[in-house]
């Protein structure tokens, strides 16, 4: 539609907004507001808890750029996936982690549907009920991919409707996972980190001086071993003043959701998806530490990402199977998932679960 109705209560959407070029789609209630780039990758840029005016999307130094005003400065397959990277929230597909070859095709970093404009159309606009749909056809590989976002009256809930399609005439693999990074103020060394069970792997990222945890290290959640052989309760959150930086990734959880908690600001942020798709849980970890490019010591985020597989579709550790997925030609995928958004307790222990409907269950004191 070309004018939509312009509440200032309820639920409300528009597409009618751009921000830094880019067209930008915006769904909000009194609880919730989620900002989308749909001319970036369908991007959630913000997600914004009201009651505490609570961001928790991480911003990247440089934030939001408008690709058609500026040149990189070299081909550089890794560093142009980071030039236009503003923090937030993408779908990855149909690859994600460092540059690779697929089937012929050279692709940089978490490309290729981060990087591109999605078609985006407004499906229900209502005070009770705002939903748009987006979609993206890859250009390098032969997806299409198609997510739904929906807002109701009363929820501090996103819920998300994804699909991703290989519309090649011969089968395709493909890694599938959302690129979920938090960051301050909602992040601080007050937060929480609860999963349910799960066991884990870390690979290491960045210098070994600076690492969290030690590297090569197998286990389950929450006891690891710190790089100086502490022990590490992988519940807490440090603090930037650490300096340190690392990766891991959960495999296999009871249950598909995690739960970051900020008791201090009176906050949280869940997010529930199903684990029989997503069977890896990402764990990006950037506290103060990274020196040189692209964080020169000075980013505070975590990325929780669910995902399909190992970044590019590596084999778990002991194994020769690649855990990326393959589509049959012309075969559809369709997941459910919800960013939740809630309040703890004063006397706040712990996340416990979080329901089907997205309800927040707390441990008991």
């Not at 990074?181 to 001086?209: K, N």
Request: aromatic share 12%; proline share 7%; glycine share 10%.
């Amino acid at each position: 539609m070309h004018y939509q109705n312009e509440r200032t209560s309820g639920c409300r959407i528009s597409d009618a907004w751009t921000y830094r070029g880019l067209k930008t789609v915006i769904l909000e209630n009194d609880l919730i507001r989620v900002t989308v780039l749909a001319d970036k990758g369908a991007d959630v840029y913000e997600f914004i808890h009201k009651p505490t005016d609570t961001d928790f999307m991480w911003r990247s130094p440089w934030g939001v750029r408008d690709p058609r005003k500026f040149i990189p400065t070299t081909g550089w397959p890794e560093g142009i996936w980071q030039d236009v990277y503003e923090g937030g929230w993408q779908t990855l597909a149909p690859t994600g982690g460092s540059p690779m070859n697929y089937a012929g095709a050279e692709i940089g970093q978490h490309a290729e549907a981060t990087t591109m404009p999605w078609d985006v159309q407004i499906l229900e606009d209502t005070p009770e009920t705002v939903s748009a749909r987006f979609w993206v056809r890859t250009y390098r590989t032969p997806f299409y991919i198609e997510k739904t976002l929906t807002i109701h009256t009363g929820e501090a809930v996103l819920h998300v409707e994804e699909s991703i399609v290989n519309e090649a005439e011969e089968s395709a693999d493909a890694v599938w996972g959302q690129h979920i990074a938090l960051g301050a103020p909602f992040l601080s060394d007050s937060c929480r980190l609860d999963i349910p069970g799960a066991d884990y792997w870390v690979p290491g990222e960045g210098e070994e001086t600076t690492r969290r945890l030690k590297s090569g290290q197998s286990g389950s959640w929450p006891a690891a071993i710190g790089s100086d052989g502490s022990q590490v309760d992988l519940h807490t959150i440090p603090a930037k003043s650490a300096r340190v930086q690392d990766y891991m990734s959960f495999m296999d959880l009871t249950e598909g959701w995690y739960a970051v908690t900020n008791p201090d600001r009176g906050v949280g942020f869940a997010f529930q998806f199903p684990a029989e798709t997503y069977t890896h849980l990402w764990y990006w970890q950037v506290f103060g530490g990274g020196s040189g490019y692209p964080w020169y010591n000075r980013t505070y985020n975590v990325g929780l990402e669910p995902f399909t597989s190992l970044p590019n579709g590596m084999a778990r550790p002991g194994t020769d199977e690649p855990t990326s997925i393959k589509l049959a030609a012309g075969e559809r995928r369709t997941i459910s998932m919800k960013a939740i958004a809630y309040v703890p307790p004063n006397d706040f222990q712990g996340v416990k679960r979080i329901g089907d409907s997205g309800g927040v269950e707390f441990e008991a004191v």
